[in-house]
């Protein structure tokens, strides 16, 4: 499969602890996207890079979380000190820069269950 | 701020019925808007945008400035295309590379 991975699929954590997730972008696509959705909602933008560089971050992101994309090629996210309301599905996408319009190519996901 | 607005959770249609999701949008520059789709157990795929004026497995979609809708149609629906559908908005022209979503309209065809 050539498309966007994420890893775990699943996680979960008891609130407190720290987690982190990975996403390997397709591999000649230089800009990736963090977004995170929760039940009966639309995906919601966190952060964007574009190579190493984090160029957008939502306002949503907190304090606790980070997330880094060294070497321009796959990205972590990681959660500190996780609450209930982190539990959701965090996607990554990614898209190659230079294309009008750009199509972002969507990862199946790290559900994350915090309890 | 930018907004998108999918009134509809949830459109049950009959197969070979005509299709029309809604989607209204609020943004203060020149959008840039797309559908998106997540058929049952895939990943969330790109369906179509607007600037590219086309036309995916029967789907259209028309950016309409004076009433900020961009309504996605189909003419015929098929059991297939039961899915869960979201409208995006996208700030590029404001430099900004983020999507925002409405919250989705689930589409359910009747066979």
């Known amino acids: 499969d050539t498309g966007v991975s994420q890893n775990p699929r699943h996680k979960i954590t008891k609130r407190g602890q720290n987690v982190t997730f990975r996403c390997d972008p397709i591999?000649?696509?230089?800009?990736l996207y963090w977004y995170r959705q929760t039940l009966g909602q639309g995906p919601e933008f966190l952060t964007y890079f574009q190579n190493e560089a984090q160029l957008e971050k939502s306002r949503l992101l907190s304090d606790r979380f980070s997330a880094e994309r060294p070497k321009g090629s796959f990205s972590t996210l990681e959660i500190q000190r996780t609450e209930q309301g982190d539990s959701a599905m965090y996607l990554c996408a990614s898209s190659l820069t230079g294309v009008l319009n750009e199509k972002l190519f969507f990862g199946s996901g790290t559900q994350l269950s915090v309890l | 701020a930018q907004r998108v607005t999918q009134p509809e959770k949830l459109l049950s249609v009959f197969k070979g019925a005509p299709v029309e999701l809604k989607c209204n949008y609020s943004?203060?520059?020149?959008?840039?808007l797309f559908w998106y789709v997540q058929y049952s157990r895939q990943r969330l795929q790109l369906l179509l945008r607007h600037i590219s004026r086309e036309s995916i497995k029967g789907f259209t979609a028309d950016l309409n400035k004076g009433e900020t809708s961009f309504h996605l149609k189909k003419p015929f629906a098929q059991e297939e295309d039961s899915a869960m559908y979201y409208c995006a908005l996208s700030g590029q022209g404001a430099g900004s590379y983020q999507l925002t979503f409405g919250k989705g309209t689930k589409l359910s065809v009747i066979p």
């Open positions: 591999s000649e696509h230089n800009r």
């Open positions: 943004y203060s520059g020149s959008p840039e």
